[in-house]
Every structure is written in C-alpha cells, then in structure tokens.
C-alpha cells in the first residue's frame, strides 16, 4: 500500500512525464499501481484504502500473536506460531 506521500509523486510523476511507464520507472514503481492511482485521483475519490469490513482468521488469536512477537524482537516465524494459537 502507497503512503500518501507516495501517491502524490506517482499523480506528480505522470503529469511531468505524460504516460504511465515513464511515471512508473520514475516512482520505482509498476506501471498498473500509476494506472490504478491516476483515474482515482482524477475522479476525486481516496488516495487510501477504506476500513476493513470483514475480519481476519487472526483478529481473534491477535493479542497471543502481538505477545510472542514482542517477545521475541519479531524473529518468530509463522512456522513456530502456528501450534501456539
């Protein structure tokens, strides 16, 4: 996901280049992220992605995982998390 500051230099790259590869190789970015972002500036909607309406398989383990990545300075795999929750 694109920080807004980013989104701006991808919509700022396009105007000065004028195509959507150009901009890209500017942003070191792909060309569908500029193809994607150009049209949705342009018809005014958000620059970011809207709240989560579904939830995740995770949400309901979520405070055992924060607490084994803590604890671990977050050198703890999936692999080694999956037995736990």
């Known amino acids: ?3 807004t500051r980013e989104s701006i230099g991808i919509i700022d790259a396009f105007r000065q280049m004028g195509s959507y590869r150009a901009a890209a190789r500017l942003c070191g970015t792909t060309d569908k992220t500029v193809k994607r972002a ?7 909607g958000p620059s970011v992605r809207g709240p989560r309406l579904t939830s995740r398989n ?4 979520m405070s055992i995982i924060w607490e084994r990545v803590r604890g671990t300075d977050g050198r703890i795999s999936a692999k080694r998390l999956l037995p736990l929750v």
């Open 1 to 3: 996901m694109k920080t």
């Open 38 to 44: 150009v049209p949705r500036r342009q018809a005014g």
């Open 58 to 61: 995770t949400d309901a383990v």
